[in-house]
């Protein structure tokens, strides 16, 4: 559940990019910077998935505000799953899944070490493939065209495989461990 809270920036700008993205984009990088005070003042350590959005989404509402006010919603779209795709890839190139950071540190402690990185791993792919997914989906509407519900919908359902994955992964992997 806490891996899902590191993406409420980016569950926030979608759901509400359609009403303004100027205003999506600033209460994005508002709860962004919500969640990354809140983590750092638990643990003095960032998070890569709340730093990434924390950068991405002033980043982006600074330039769409003050440089480039002409960037279009599906760009803006693509933008952002391109770099969260990104950062979750580069985050398994590493050997550190991003998930791991989300992880209950019980965990570590009633899994063998291997078992636990392989299940982060796993989660990590699906979201990283789920972003490839949006990326391209988006980059499709913005640069050839294609009707924004194509966009969505590509989303929703990368997004509803990624969360059910999540939840459902782990247990099922658990019941495959070996019994002491």
Do not use: H, K
Not at 54 to 71: H, Q, Y
Not at 140 to 146: E, G, H, K
């Amino acid at each position: 559940m806490t891996l899902l809270f590191g993406f409420t920036p980016f569950i926030l700008f979608a759901l509400l990019s359609r009403l303004s993205a100027d205003l999506a984009l600033w209460l994005a990088f508002a709860a962004a910077f919500v969640v990354t005070i809140r983590d750092f003042v638990e643990s003095p350590s960032l998070r890569l998935l709340d730093g990434a959005s924390l950068a991405l989404f002033g980043l982006l509402a600074l330039i769409r505000g003050f440089v480039a006010p002409e960037l279009s919603l599906p760009v803006i779209r693509a933008i952002v799953d391109a770099v969260l795709c990104l950062v979750i890839f580069v985050s398994l190139l590493r050997q550190r899944p991003f998930s791991l950071q989300y992880a209950s540190r019980n965990s570590t402690q009633r899994w063998p070490i291997e078992a636990f990185l392989r299940v982060n791993q796993r989660i990590s792919l699906v979201w990283g493939l789920a972003f490839a997914a949006m990326t391209l989906a988006d980059s499709a509407v913005a640069f050839l065209s294609l009707p924004f519900y194509v966009g969505i919908a590509v989303a929703v359902v990368a997004l509803a495989i990624s969360v059910t994955f999540t939840f459902l992964y782990p247990t099922l992997a658990a019941e495959r461990l070996p019994r002491p």
